[in-house]
């Protein structure tokens, strides 16, 4: 910037300062400031320019040829498919793992135990329900069967805020926890049950 006083001369496109011999453009003042017409340094106006190639580019291959790199959902379905192939397989021979209920006491009560130190807290320990749903109602939000509610503990529910347990529980414990919820929970009668959710069954 530079102030406007008697050190400036004229012409037809321009304004000078006789002092500095800056060029001020004309009509740019404000309060006594002139805006001077400098030209931007040449590493901007280059940073300028790739950034525009670089915005080219990157739509081009997002919009036109849909690169599976710039696409986060592909990007988790192929995380998540290595993941899998990851696993370490089944030993030959090994009997594959039966999700069917469980009906012993003995399966019960630990399933009773790992209701009541991890479900209980969103469930309560009668399963009445408070952040998560009413177990004991015949209103069931993903199915009601054992193979639906062996996978909802596996998985989890995490736009409701259920977490998957597929990594915190084994198969065994997983199993015991829905025997339970069918075999004991279901039916009963809790103190203050929650509305029903879901689809009736």
Known sequence: MAKENENQYHNEDYEYD???NEKLIKDHDYDGIRELDNDLPPWWKWLFYLTIVFAVVYSIRLFVFRSDDLIQY?????????LENAKPAAP??????EVVVL???TSLASGKETWDKICAVCHLVDGGGLVGPNMTDNYWIHGNTVEDLYKIVETGVIEKGMIPYKDQLSEQKRL???SYILVELQGSTPATPKAPQGKEY
């Not at 592909?74 to 290595?82: G, I, L, S, T």
């Not at 030959?92 to 793992?97: R, V």
């Open 18 to 20: 006789t002092l500095t």
């Open 74 to 82: 592909r990007e988790y379905a192929n995380e998540m498919e290595n």
């Open 92 to 97: 030959e021979g090994a009997a594959a793992f």
């Open 103 to 105: 009906e012993d006491e």
């Open 176 to 178: 015991e926890v829905v």
